[in-house]
């Protein structure tokens, strides 16, 4: 059977050995998509490539995604791991997946490790058959792994129906962006193939009459073997030939197959039409009971059917031979009976202690209007995979929804679990539309105030403070709400004040919540009173007392230090405390789930790395956002992560990188989030500074500095930074901004006075403003003991400049010379170059300038320290996992310096790294 399918397809076959063969040389993974329309052969292909790689010494497994089976979550994709012998995923394995279903980033990085390290030992071949049916988790593996393992041995072969209406939806999913793919479109077959065909299976060269009746399939091999296999036997005569009678193939396979199947003895059309309902894989049993009949009555179509090839026999199931085969029975259904047969399948599957996740397809298919069992159930199942696939379980309660007529009392209630559904799922927009459209039916008080206190985290999390500020307060204006209800909305609205530029309000609305939960002993609005509290007094600046209510939080609910804790943490300069707590909650994050914080977690340790001038570990840590966010489809932070990377090429001096980084945080800024729009207004004020149009970079800046709140409203940014408002308002000749600034600077001062950082941001803010040299000794003497590396080093500079103007030479250059040493040493090139031209302006020389040079682009010497230690560990054959724990990293950012290492060495896999290394030791 291979060997007739594969007729005509020598240059198919030939793209997919040579992709094996190059992954096995070269060690680097690859992705090959065979696409085609139904029957053109694109299973006969993967076999055959399947059946040579193992051949080749690959280790192979092979998956097939199910139309009826899409809400089982990657089942496709882990009956190929399982399936190779031996498995590429163990039992071991398979067990510790179970708990991270509904973590898809470590459940995609848990599987990575397990195969990073099962191709060690040899090169892999995953295949994946049918990627249009595939399940959401499945696409979203596929899309993630073979980047995560670009330098790994594995083939990558997924096949797809040209035909289908999702397929190049699917295809864009799984293709990888740091991997090329090979794509193999499967035509017709050519008149000669054909003949070549008929010539394999008759044992003779077909006659005149034939070949125009393989004419009539339009060269598809799945129709040419039916024709073959006697699908018009009775018209065919001795020697190949046809009688005159035959009149071609019909045009339709179903026609063909209802003709050839049907008899008065054995009906296996309806055997067949029964199977095609129940999927592609069915059991005798079930499809027994469907037709309402003994088994032992179906058995003799059984049999003919798998003589006549439409059935496999696999013991305990039955599976279409091919797809089309199920199709053409299905289709032969008239759209009633369907139905009819799916809300029986469904019905016959729990009954028979199915869960509604199986009757779940059925009932999607076979439901009608009105249908409040089957909602229920379709409710049910939505419950079922929600914590493993919250994007399936929006499809089934949402269907269950539609079932609802309006009126119906369940439809409120489901409609309240669409609403938690598209929470879950991170679809925000979504739940918010479905929360107005139930709150359009005018349910009941308690109702509304419930569908408002849901929406309130999420709003929360998208910076949407006043549509928060509005639900709540129009919830809390109704009468007749319960008191643990009410608690929670007081304590949602003191939060949704937490942001503004009235903190203090929200600190009084913050107590008020708190005494309120506490008298009806609400702990989740004790909680969020708590938060409120904690981020209006980070927001006026007070970050003791933020810390205090954040510890708080904690030690009710336990576990590690969310992102306030943290941020408070570095904002007291404690950045030892926050780097610990940062690792500890990454940590917890990786092992228990967490996906979603991951990206502010990563956020905030980039951005402390950079404030303590490691800028390589900021810069590697805000590539490793922008990829998660894509990963995610989390757009937020990848914003904040292009401003600090735009930070960190304006440091080094590269303005046109800076440009591009800005320009790409405009671009992913989302204008109704306001926690996106308000990233990158410092960074990108510093560049038009640094472009010489400060002018515009303190219109740009405009009222941000009339407050602490202020200031985090629209730049995101802290004290630290105000230092550079004041230098950046004063080169654009706005006197007011600049003492705006510098009396903010003194307040932050005021409120955190033993603060090393706020002290002397306060004093190099005003000597700035009154340029003195006095004061600004004073700021460099105040920071000696902050652990921001840069703003130690723009103090000294601002002080070595200041002392040069005022004729205090030896000692200006001297404080100079320091500063330029502090900044070649962290790489921020850039900023030396500066100070460079101040001192050469002063008249000082000094040989070592010279090595303000950049570092090269490509070659060993253009590896950062973090990146040999990571190539070092590679080559002895450690996994990225591995390689984490050892450097106390986390696996996605030595992904991100892997990357890195292959673009500066020019090589693609870690057989090849492996090389390099060597011959660098």
């Known amino acids: 059977m291979m060997q007739t399918l594969l007729r005509g397809r020598s240059a198919e076959v030939d793209t997919a050995l040579r992709v094996l063969r190059e992954t096995a040389a070269t060690g680097r993974s690859s992705v090959l998509v065979v696409s085609g329309e139904a029957g053109l052969g694109k299973t006969a292909l993967l076999e055959a490539v399947v059946e040579q790689a193992e051949r ?30 031996p498995p590429l995923l163990s039992e071991s394995d398979l067990a510790d997946l179970g708990p991270l279903f509904d973590q898809q980033l470590w459940l995609v990085d848990r599987i990575a490790g397990s195969l990073e390290e099962r191709a060690q030992s040899g090169p892999v071949l995953i295949a994946v058959d049918d990627v249009q049916w595939a399940d959401p988790l499945t696409l979203f593996a596929l899309r993630l792994l073979p980047s ?51 010539a394999d299976r008759l044992g003779r060269q077909p006659g005149p009459r034939l070949q ?38 019909p045009s339709r396979l179903r026609t063909v197959l209802r003709r050839r199947l049907s008899g008065p003895q054995t009906n296996v059309w309806s055997l067949l039409q029964v199977g095609s309902v129940l999927g592609g894989t069915f059991s005798i049993d079930d499809a027994a009971a469907l037709r309402r009949e003994p088994v032992t009555d179906l058995l003799p179509g059984l049999e003919d059917a798998v003589r006549e090839g439409m059935l496999v026999d696999a013991g305990l199931h039955l599976t279409f031979r091919h797809d089309l085969i199920r199709e053409a029975a299905y289709d032969d259904l008239p759209p009633s009976t369907r139905r009819v047969l799916h809300r029986a399948a469904a019905v016959h599957l729990l009954d028979t202690g199915r869960s509604p996740v199986d009757a779940a397809p059925h009932l999607l298919a076979g439901a009608a209007a009105g249908d409040r069992e089957a909602a229920d159930v379709l409710r049910r199942a939505a419950a079922e995979v929600v914590p493993r696939t919250p994007t399936t379980a929006v499809s089934l309660i949402t269907h269950a929804y539609n079932l609802l007529p309006q009126g119906d009392p369940l439809r409120l209630e489901v409609g ?38 849901r929406l309130a985290r999420p709003l929360w999390d998208l910076g949407l403070d006043d549509q928060l500020l509005g639900r709540v307060t ?15 909305l007081v304590a949602q609205r003191a939060l949704a004040l937490a942001r503004t530029i009235d903190p203090e309000a929200a600190t009084r609305a913050g107590g008020v919540a708190l005494a309120e939960a506490d008298q009806v002993g609400d702990q989740d609005a004790r909680t969020i009173a708590l938060r409120a509290l904690g981020h209006a007094a980070a927001t006026d600046g007070w970050y003791a007392r933020a810390l205090e209510c954040f510890r708080q939080v904690r030690e009710i609910h336990g576990g590690p230090a969310q992102a306030g804790e943290l941020v408070a943490l570095a904002s007291l300069d404690r950045y030892d405390e926050a780097s610990s707590g940062l690792a500890q909650s990454r940590r917890e994050a990786e092992e228990h789930g967490g996906t979603w914080e991951v990206p502010a977690f990563g956020w905030l340790e980039a951005a402390i790395e950079l404030a303590a001038g490691r800028l390589e570990e900021a810069e590697a840590g805000s590539l490793t956002i922008v990829r998660l966010a894509e990963d995610l489809q989390e757009y937020g932070y990848r914003v904040q992560a292009y401003s600090l990377l735009g930070r960190i090429a304006q440091l080094r001096g590269d303005l046109r990188q800076a440009g591009e980084y800005l320009n790409e945080a405009s671009r992913w800024t989302r204008s109704e989030v306001r926690l996106a729009s308000a990233q990158g207004a410092l960074a990108r004020a510093q560049l038009l500074d640094a472009e010489g149009d400060s002018a515009a970079g ?20 802290g004290y630290a930074e105000l230092p550079a408002v004041v230098r ?22 005021d409120r955190n006075p033993d603060v090393a950082t706020a002290v002397g941001a306060a004093s190099h803010a005003r000597a700035l403003l009154d340029d003195d040299a006095e004061v600004l000794g004073e700021a460099v003497a105040a920071l000696r003991t902050s652990p921001r590396l840069l703003s130690r080093a723009s103090a000294a500079e601002d002080y070595g400049r200041v002392l040069v103007a005022h004729q205090r030479r030896e000692e200006g250059i001297a404080e100079l010379d320091r500063v330029w040493d502090l900044y070649a040493a962290i790489g921020a090139i850039g900023e030396a170059r500066r100070v460079q031209r101040r001192l050469q302006a002063a008249g000082a020389r000094r040989r070592r300038w010279m090595a303000t040079t950049r570092r090269p682009r490509s070659g060993w010497a253009a590896l950062t320290d973090t990146e040999r ?26 992904g991100t310096h892997l990357r890195s290492i292959f673009a500066k060495l020019g090589v693609n896999s870690r057989v090849q790294l492996t090389r390099v290394v060597l011959d660098h030791r």
Do not use: C
């Open 698 to 717: 303190a219109r740009l800046l405009g009222s941000a500095v009339d407050s602490p709140a202020a200031l985090a409203r629209h730049t995101d940014a």
């Open 728 to 749: 950046i308002a004063l080169r654009g000749q706005d006197t007011d901004l600049a003492e705006r600034a510098a009396r903010l600077a003194q307040l932050y001062a």
């Open 148 to 198: 995560r393992l670009s330098g790994s041995p594995i083939v990558w072969l997924v096949t797809a129906r040209s035909d289908a209406p999702t397929t190049s939806t699917e295809l864009t999913e799984v293709a990888p962006r740091d991997l090329p793919v090979q794509s193999i479109a499967l035509g017709p077959l050519g008149p000669t193939a054909m003949k070549e065909v008929a």
């Open 56 to 85: 080749s010494g690959f280790a192979a497994g092979v998956g097939k995604a199910e139309e009826l089976d899409q809400i089982s979550p990657m089942a496709p994709l882990l009956l190929a791991l399982r399936g190779s012998r």
């Open 416 to 453: 309240q679990d669409v609403v938690e559904t598209f929470v879950r799922a991170r679809r925000v927009q979504d739940a918010i539309y479905a929360a107005d459209e139930l709150l359009q039916t005018s349910p009941d008080t308690e109702t509304v105030a419930r569908i408002h206190a």
């Open 869 to 894: 230690r990571v190539a070092q560990l590679v080559a002895e054959g450690r996994t990225n996992r591995a390689a984490a724990e050892t450097l106390f990293l986390s696996p996605n950012t030595v």
């Open 212 to 249: 125009r009746l393989l004419g009539g399939t339009a060269g598809n091999p799945f129709l040419v073997t039916e024709l073959l296999e006697g699908v018009l036997g009775e018209e065919m005569l001795e020697g190949g030939d046809v009688s005159p009678s035959g009149s071609g193939i």
């Open 474 to 488: 129009e919830a809390l204006e109704l009468d007749g709400i319960s008191a643990p209800v009410r608690a929670r």
